[in-house]
């Protein structure tokens, strides 16, 4: 009989039957259920887990859980204890190469499993990221400092000044690049803060991620780590951007201006698109393909301008049929400064809530207007509703994103309480959050199932 220390986090019903078959955890196994035979190795559970499962590690590298109750047999054909853990390699230097600072947030770049709470665990030391992506030490001087150990929900303010504030001290120290390793859920949102934050950067800022964690075969952390260190260290875009797979194939990486992207899918690996714009280059290993020109080029000095302020009594209400005018009034109650609104079609909410964004007018409230359709511009002068909207005091935000628009609101209202100098901190520029147009190209959204589309997807990359 084997005893519960061979069979780390098993309980209950499964802890049961791998006992009555005498499997250990780390057997190779073969399993039989009445839904098919399974080979592979037995792993770890977490400690919060359900004792309904048993788990297993194909050889495809993935992992799937069998259901206790359909196990018919199970016999170990093998058994080699696995310890989880990336290997630590000195990372190498040489005075040819340029310096790049890795700043860590949280993301999971390179990570290890840890069995015992099924969590991943970051690998980060420049040593552990050399021993898990060694093709980085051709690529540049890597040193690394961890910020913060947050998932990217927990992203926020606070963490944006703070990596603000450490990207000029790196800048003013001679650092060639900036690589921000960032959790994707809220990438966006940080790469826009970080575009207002620092402004007129001498060197690449590049934030990455992984969609699919490094223990996983389909990951794509390792890619976009070299991706975003090539930009870092060899681009002259001078700009805060956002790094990860273009396709969902590793065939290449898309640079994305940091105030234009937004994660579009939850779960693919092309998740990131430049939205009304184009991407501003494609990178792969052996090189970087600018598709624009219109981008801040690297110089050799070491000024930047650091602004590293928000007011956090902001928010963004995404409007819906039959939104209520208590909504708006309570935020003003709770003392909100700005509320960026994102309305349909050109710009537009319900003739409801026109006497709350009144009053929220009169109290002092900043209110910006934005379209959900995230495509496109606000225009407000083209029926009576977006008319009525503007007399009442909602500026237009052009075509700012809902995101972005929030983003830049709380960085203006934290510079200023005047709303006439907050006006003119939005709606000016600062890199390319708001476009003179959008190009042809800018928009492109295709409609599977469609003879015509279904013919030139054929002949493009998923």
Partial sequence: MMSDATLKGYKGRALEVLKRFSMRVWSEAVVKTTRGDF??????????????????????????GIEVDTVQDMQETNFKEIHYKIPEREFPTSPEKRSVKLLGTGGTIASRLDYRTGAVIPAFSPGELYGA???LADICNLST????????????????????????????????????GHGTDTMHHTAAALTFMVQNSPIPIVMV??????????SDAALNLIHATKTAAE????????????????????????????????SYRSTFRTIGDIPLAMVNRRE?????????????????TVTPVFEERVTILYYYPNMNPDIIDAMVDLGYKGIVIAGTGLGHVNKLVYPAIKRAVAKGVAIYMT???????????????????????????ENMLPEVAY????????????????????????????????????????QGGIPEVEEFIKTFHK
Wanted: charged letters at 25%; glycine letters at 8%.
């Fill in 39 to 64: 080979k592979g190795v037995i792993l770890p559970r977490a400690e919060n887990d359900d004792d309904r499962h048993i788990v297993l590690k194909l050889a495809t590298g993935y992992n799937i």
């Fill in 209 to 218: 991620g992984s969609q699919r964690s490094s223990d996983r075969p389909s």
């Fill in 407 to 446: 983003i830049k609101l709380g960085w203006a209202l934290g510079q200023t309480s005047d709303l006439d100098k907050v006006k003119e901190i939005m709606l000016t520029p600062v890199n390319g959050e708001i476009t003179e147009r959008e190009p042809y190209n800018g928009y492109l959204v295709y």
């Fill in 145 to 180: 400092e961890k910020l913060f150990a947050v998932f990217s929900e927990n992203m926020g303010p606070e963490q944006y000044k703070v990596l603000a504030q450490a990207i000029g001290e790196e800048i003013k120290k001679g650092t060639h690049g900036i690589v921000i």
């Fill in 371 to 397: 379209v959900q359709t995230l495509w496109g511009y606000v225009h407000m002068f083209v029926y009576d509703t977006g008319r009525d909207l503007m007399n009442m005091g909602i500026i237009p935000a």
């Fill in 133 to 135: 992506v060694p093709e």
């Fill in 235 to 266: 681009s002259d875009i001078a700009e805060v951007m956002v790094c990860m797979f273009g396709p969902t194939s590793d065939e290449y990486g898309l640079l994305h201006r940091g105030t234009r992207v937004r994660k579009m899918h939850s």
């Fill in 288 to 304: 970087i393909t600018p598709l624009r020109q219109d981008y801040n080029r690297r110089r050799d000095d070491r000024n930047v």
